[in-house]
């Protein structure tokens, strides 16, 4: 007797995901189809002219600055975050140090939104303590030269962000790099170049170039920090439809779901070349 | 002269490693402490707690960090009772459809916070217009939100498991499907499903865009308003908020390493508090 068997058959297997299911559908599915539904559809026909409208140079250059902000802070922070990682890897001696940078390496790549903005203020604002120490040493003005309002400004503290989130992801496919693989080259008479390049890169591209991709979405997603840094100051995408839904630029509402239809598909493309680049990756992991 | 070339390639590597440490560290702690110092300080006064209590006295901020509170335990509670049946029904029934499942939970990935909150209101002021007054519709969303993570959490302590030998032994041994349950398989979860909590409350504690956009008042609301007028106040409550995150995601690594005492399984000292196959949890 198997009381935890009252049905049997694959009706039984999919009743137990219909909550899951229903829950899904009402509060993620169906919002982001009515989306979809009001960019293409307009008076009750198939139309293209909500999502025609993003190329206006206006919203063209939203999704513009915000690809390129993307792209910066996720190749800055993809190279900071290789070094980060390999320094975690390589590290020896105390352990203690290793596991605290680590662990706040953990926990800064989770930060982000109002407080970290806050934070940032406070150091290089311009009333900020780094800003104010700055100004009377050297009498230089850091507040004018890297306004944090501004996409300099945005990309310094995505950094503080995409570096950490970098090494914490790229850590695993280091580690997978076995120490035998440098002396069996070694004892075939590579160069430390040659065994970087034919073996080293080959393996870690793909996981890099993934993690990049992460962080990629990662920053064009992003919306409490660079409102609570820059509010309008700097025009993205994310801000944009943020300042529609609050009702405070006038929209029509096929349009500003347009704008969400095309944020959602540059990420669904990123993150799908991701999914296959990690299938790729997984070759050599583990 | 292999090996005295090879002890000085480490020891080179060691000191590279110290300065990509230091620096690493320093800039991570520069906006912390600068934070600490500019809420901390008045101009002239020196250390001053004026700023933070001024903002403590305000009569917003009790009720908004309440009711953030309140909306974390609704969310993590909603969770837990929507994902450990579903979970545990899956794995033990049709273990075919998991796949399924697991792809329908990271769908979240790619609807950013702000995409979510334009949906909901579309579809939700079009159908119940009633639904997204009460501060308490943003319970579902913040499910919807931590849902990547949660799932991932406890479908990796369910795996650690072997459940389907812990009911057929409790089932063997006359235990009803309730009892299986209440005592033998979610004692033996609380590693994870206290991890799954921890990561669900970090999100909504944090998390800005749909509160702040459906004109709900939740405490990262009320840290906003007061950086328009009391910066040196927000500086201190900030500051606050990273240690607290910061304290919580770090009781999360410990409870990940009492679940590998527990079971004697692979004895790996650190758990990072993230890995690779965790993402952001989605509230900036």
Same mark, same amino acid.
């Given at each position: 007797?198997? /009381?935890?068997?009252?049905?049997?058959?694959?009706?039984?297997?999919?009743?137990?995901?219909v909550?899951?299911?229903?829950?899904l559908?009402?509060?993620?599915?169906?919002?982001?189809?009515?989306?979809?539904?009001?960019?293409?559809?307009?008076?009750? /026909?198939?139309?293209?002219? #909500?999502?025609?409208r993003?190329?206006?140079?206006?919203?063209?250059?939203?999704?513009?600055?915000?690809?390129?902000?993307?792209?910066?802070?996720a190749?800055?922070?993809?190279?900071?975050?290789?070094?980060?990682?390999w320094?975690?890897?390589?590290?020896?001696?105390?352990?203690?140090? /290793?596991?605290?940078?680590?662990?706040?390496s953990?926990? #800064?790549s989770?930060?982000?939104?109002?407080?970290?903005?806050?934070?940032?203020?406070?150091?290089?604002g311009?009333?900020?303590?780094?800003?104010?120490?700055?100004?009377?040493?050297?009498g230089?003005?850091?507040?004018?030269?890297?306004?944090?309002?501004?996409?300099?400004g945005?990309?310094?503290?995505?950094?503080?962000?995409?570096?950490?989130?970098m090494?914490?992801?790229?850590?695993?496919?280091?580690?997978?790099?076995?120490?035998?693989?440098?002396?069996?080259?070694?004892?075939?008479?590579?160069?430390?170049?040659h065994?970087?390049?034919?073996?080293?890169?080959?393996?870690?591209?793909?996981?890099?170039?993934?993690?990049?991709?992460l962080?990629?979405?990662?920053?064009?997603?992003?919306?409490?920090?660079?409102? #609570?840094?820059?509010?309008g100051?700097?025009?993205?995408?994310?801000?944009?439809?943020?300042?529609?839904?609050?009702?405070?630029?006038?929209?029509?509402?096929?349009?500003?779901?347009a704008?969400?239809?095309?944020?959602?598909f540059?990420?669904?493309?990123?993150?799908?070349?991701?999914?296959?680049?990690?299938r790729?990756?997984?070759?050599?992991?583990? | 002269m292999?090996?005295?070339?090879?002890?000085?390639?480490?020891?080179?590597?060691?000191v590279?490693?110290?300065?990509?440490?230091?620096v690493?560290?320093?800039?991570?702690?520069?906006?912390?402490?600068?934070?600490?110092?500019?809420?901390?300080?008045?101009?002239?006064e020196?250390?001053?707690?004026?700023?933070?209590?001024?903002?403590?006295?305000?009569?917003?901020?009790?009720?908004q960090?309440?009711m953030?509170?309140?909306?974390?335990?609704?969310?993590?509670?909603?969770?837990?009772?929507?994902?450990?049946?579903?979970?545990?029904?899956?794995?033990?029934?049709?273990p075919?459809?998991?796949?399924?499942?697991?792809?329908?939970?990271?769908?979240?990935?790619?609807?950013?916070?702000?995409?979510l909150?334009?949906?909901?209101?579309?579809?939700?002021?079009?159908?119940?217009?009633?639904?997204?007054?009460?501060?308490?519709?943003?319970?579902?969303?913040?499910?919807?939100?931590?849902?990547?993570?949660?799932?991932?959490?406890?479908?990796?302590?369910i795996?650690?498991?072997?459940?389907k *030998?812990?009911?057929a032994?409790?089932?063997?041994?006359?235990?009803?499907?309730?009892?299986?349950?209440?005592?033998?398989?979610?004692?033996?979860?609380?590693?994870?499903?206290?991890?799954?909590?921890?990561?669900?409350?970090a999100?909504v504690?944090?998390?800005?865009a749909l509160?702040?956009?459906?004109?709900?008042? *939740?405490?990262?609301?009320?840290?906003?308003?007061?950086?328009?007028?009391?910066?040196?106040?927000?500086?201190?409550?900030?500051?606050?908020?990273?240690?607290?995150?910061?304290l919580?995601?770090?009781?999360l690594?410990?409870?990940?390493t009492?679940?590998?005492?527990?079971?004697?399984?692979?004895?790996?000292?650190?758990?990072?508090?993230?890995?690779?196959?965790?993402?952001?949890?989605?509230?900036?």
């Amino acid at each position: 007797m198997n /009381r935890l068997k009252p049905f049997q058959g694959a009706a039984a297997g999919w009743l137990g995901v219909v909550p899951y299911g229903a829950f899904l559908a009402i509060f993620l599915i169906v919002p982001v189809i009515s989306n979809i539904w009001t960019t293409f559809v307009s008076q009750g /026909r198939f139309s293209l002219d #909500a999502m025609s409208r993003l190329l206006k140079p206006q919203y063209l250059d939203a999704f513009l600055t915000t690809i390129n902000l993307s792209l910066v802070t996720a190749v800055l922070g993809g190279v900071g975050g290789l070094a980060l990682a390999w320094a975690l890897n390589a590290a020896e001696k105390p352990r203690w140090l /290793r596991n605290f940078v680590l662990s706040y390496s953990a926990v #800064a790549s989770q930060l982000g939104g109002v407080p970290l903005a806050f934070a940032f203020i406070a150091a290089l604002g311009v009333q900020g303590v780094v800003t104010r120490g700055f100004l009377d040493v050297t009498g230089w003005d850091l507040s004018q030269t890297f306004p944090l309002a501004s996409f300099a400004g945005l990309a310094i503290v995505y950094l503080y962000f995409q570096v950490p989130l970098m090494a914490i992801l790229m850590l695993p496919a280091l580690g997978s790099l076995k120490q035998h693989w440098s002396e069996a080259a070694a004892s075939l008479g590579a160069s430390r170049w040659h065994y970087v390049r034919d073996v080293v890169f080959p393996v870690l591209w793909p996981p890099i170039l993934g993690a990049l991709l992460l962080l990629f979405a990662n920053a064009f997603s992003a919306y409490a920090t660079a409102y #609570a840094l820059a509010g309008g100051g700097v025009n993205l995408v994310p801000i944009m439809i943020g300042f529609f839904i609050s009702g405070n630029v006038m929209m029509d509402e096929g349009f500003a779901a347009a704008l969400v239809t095309g944020m959602i598909f540059i990420i669904v493309v990123t993150m799908t070349l991701r999914a296959l680049l990690e299938r790729r990756a997984n070759k050599w992991l583990r | 002269m292999a090996a005295l070339t090879h002890s000085i390639q480490r020891r080179g590597r060691q000191v590279m490693v110290t300065v990509i440490f230091s620096v690493a560290l320093a800039l991570f702690f520069t906006p912390l402490i600068a934070a600490a110092v500019f809420g901390f300080t008045l101009p002239g006064e020196g250390v001053s707690f004026e700023s933070i209590s001024l903002a403590l006295r305000s009569t917003s901020f009790l009720p908004q960090l309440l009711m953030t509170l309140q909306l974390a335990v609704l969310s993590t509670v909603g969770s837990l009772l929507l994902l450990v049946p579903t979970l545990l029904w899956l794995h033990l029934k049709a273990p075919r459809l998991l796949p399924f499942a697991e792809w329908l939970s990271v769908i979240p990935y790619v609807v950013p916070a702000i995409a979510l909150v334009s949906g909901a209101s579309l579809f939700f002021r079009a159908t119940f217009p009633g639904f997204l007054v009460s501060p308490y519709s943003l319970v579902p969303f913040y499910m919807v939100l931590s849902l990547p993570l949660v799932y991932r959490s406890l479908d990796a302590g369910i795996r650690a498991l072997d459940i389907k *030998t812990l009911v057929a032994a409790g089932n063997s041994l006359g235990a009803t499907a309730i009892q299986i349950l209440l005592t033998v398989i979610l004692p033996n979860l609380r590693p994870a499903l206290l991890g799954a909590s921890l990561l669900s409350v970090a999100m909504v504690l944090g998390e800005y865009a749909l509160a702040a956009l459906l004109l709900h008042s *939740t405490f990262p609301v009320f840290l906003l308003e007061m950086g328009n007028n009391q910066p040196r106040a927000a500086a201190a409550l900030s500051f606050i908020v990273i240690i607290a995150t910061w304290l919580l995601l770090l009781s999360l690594s410990t409870a990940g390493t009492q679940r590998t005492r527990v079971t004697g399984g692979s004895c790996r000292t650190h758990l990072p508090v993230v890995s690779s196959t965790t993402p952001p949890k989605g509230d900036r």
